[in-house]
Each structure stands twice: as structure tokens, then as C-alpha cells.
């Protein structure tokens, strides 16, 4: 394919994908009050859990030498991590049930990517509220930190959070990939969401195994940790830091290689 080719295409994908994203919120806003409650819901429990968090410091002034702000700041770095995930990428929640349907077999015979199609599909609305709860504790923290602020800064920041991102979103593919293999997908996808909680907290409050498996095995530390570590502790960066956008790519693009040789291996109910 040559590269004049590929510029078309992308220009092409890019195109149809914001026309899909516009039908699908247009439908979603015509029920207004859904947009909001949900987004208010969002907004309102990770509040909750920013009140948590200040309960937990007033009887504890810091968590293996992690301080109140220092722990803010990988919470909100965490949301908004997430945000595109929950945006995004909300329709690996119901490849369960369009695979054991055969509703899936539809996304297999339009010309265009079958990942693509199919995720594109959906763009979940309470992820603004996601968004929303983490900026501004993020910028809380970031304040209450006296945390240098330029324009260098805001470019790394953005670096970070679309690779932690990524992320995230590999770790949901590969859960949703399941599957086309498995009967019981489903429940890979919920144990996957259940460690998303672990990324707000620094694994060093963690022993060793857990450690070793939040690097290596179920990567939630690079959701928040270790590009946190950029801002919170500029003299003594890790190397895994500064690898965070490579493994991050890498990470997505094995999910994206799983997630279609199960596509392509799909062949619908049998029925």
C-alpha cells in the first residue's frame, strides 16, 4: 500500500468516525436528563472518594512517605487517565453479548476496519464527568504541590496521560478479546475493571508480589505511577518513566493484534 494511500485512508477513517461519534451523541443528548444525572453521579462518587481520602489523612499524615496531595495528584492523574477508555472504548462492555448473539457477524462484512466499526459505535457520555472529577483534583493537588507549571510541563503532562492511557485501554481489549474465545468473557472484563482502582495509589504501598504484578502482569501502575513520577519526582525519574509512551504503544497495538485475530476467528452463532 503506498503512502499516499494510507494518508487517504486515515483521512477517510478519520472522517467517518467523527460522523458515527455525532449520530451517537445526538441520539444520547435528546435524553438530557441522563446526560446529566449520570455525569453529576460521576462527578459526586469520586468526590466521595476525594472526601475519603481527606478523612484517611487526618488520622494518618502520610502513607509509606506518600503525603495527602501527593496521593491527589495520582488519583485525579488516574481519572483522567481513564477518560478516554470510559469515552472511547465503552463498547467492549457489550462484545460479550453481540458475539453470543451472532450480532457481531454484521461488523464483519462492511469494507472497513472490524476494531474500528465496532468501537466506534459508542461514545459514552459519563466519561466528561470522569473528566471533570479528575482535572479538578488534579489541579488541587497540583496548586496545594506548588508544582512548576510552562508550557514544557503541560507537554509532558499530556505525554503521560495519553500513554497511561493507553494503558488502560489495552488492559479493557485484551479483558473484552476474551470473548471470542471464552464463554465466560464477560467476567474477565469485570476483573479487569476491579484493579482499576488499584491505579490511584503508588505501588510502593504495595509488597513486592503485588508490585511485580502491577509492572509486568496487570500493568495498572503505568495508569498513574510511574508517569506521575515525571512531576512529583523530577530529580530521580525511573527508567519504566521515561519508557512509559513506548510500552504504552507497544501495549495497545498487542491488544489491537488479539482483540482482531479473534474477530477474524469469529464465525458467528453456527445457527
Not at 461519534?21 to 438530557?32: E, F, G
Not at 455525569?39 to 468526590?47: A, C, D
Not at 473528566?131 to 503532562?157: C, D, N, P, R
Amino acid at each position: 500500500m503506498s503512502t499516499k494511500i494510507k494518508k487517504r485512508g486515515l483521512a477517510f477513517y478519520i472522517k467517518i468516525y467523527f460522523k458515527i461519534i455525532a449520530q451517537d451523541i445526538k441520539s444520547k443528548m435528546s435524553y438530557r436528563a441522563d446526560f446529566i444525572i449520570s455525569n453529576l453521579g460521576m462527578i459526586i462518587q469520586h468526590g466521595a472518594s476525594f472526601i475519603t481520602f481527606w478523612i484517611l489523612f487526618q488520622n494518618f499524615p502520610s502513607v509509606m512517605g506518600w503525603e495527602y496531595e501527593e496521593m491527589l495528584f495520582f488519583y485525579g492523574f488516574s481519572l483522567i487517565a481513564m477518560t478516554p477508555m470510559q469515552c472511547l472504548f465503552d463498547n467492549n462492555w457489550f462484545l460479550r453479548h453481540k458475539v453470543y448473539s451472532g450480532d457481531f457477524i454484521k461488523y464483519c462484512f462492511r469494507p472497513i476496519n472490524v476494531f474500528f466499526y465496532y468501537i466506534s459505535e459508542i461514545f459514552d457520555l459519563k466519561g466528561i464527568g470522569l473528566f471533570t472529577a479528575g482535572t479538578a483534583i488534579l489541579i488541587y493537588s497540583w496548586s496545594k504541590l506548588e508544582l512548576a507549571f510552562s508550557v514544557l510541563t503541560l507537554g509532558l503532562l499530556v505525554i503521560n496521560l495519553v500513554a497511561a492511557s493507553l494503558f488502560m485501554i489495552a488492559i479493557m481489549n485484551l479483558a473484552a478479546a476474551t470473548c471470542f474465545w471464552t464463554i465466560n468473557g464477560g467476567i474477565t472484563m469485570v476483573f479487569a475493571q476491579q484493579f482499576q482502582s488499584y491505579a490511584r495509589y503508588p505501588i510502593t504501598i504495595f509488597g513486592k508480589f503485588l508490585r511485580f504484578v502491577f509492572t509486568f502482569v496487570i500493568p495498572m501502575a503505568f495508569v498513574s505511577y510511574y508517569p506521575s513520577l515525571t512531576f512529583l519526582s523530577p530529580d530521580e525519574i525511573p527508567l519504566l518513566t521515561w519508557l512509559c509512551p513506548l510500552i504504552g504503544v507497544a501495549f495497545f497495538l498487542l491488544s489491537y493484534f488479539v482483540w482482531m485475530k479473534g474477530a477474524k476467528n469469529y464465525s458467528g452463532t453456527g445457527s
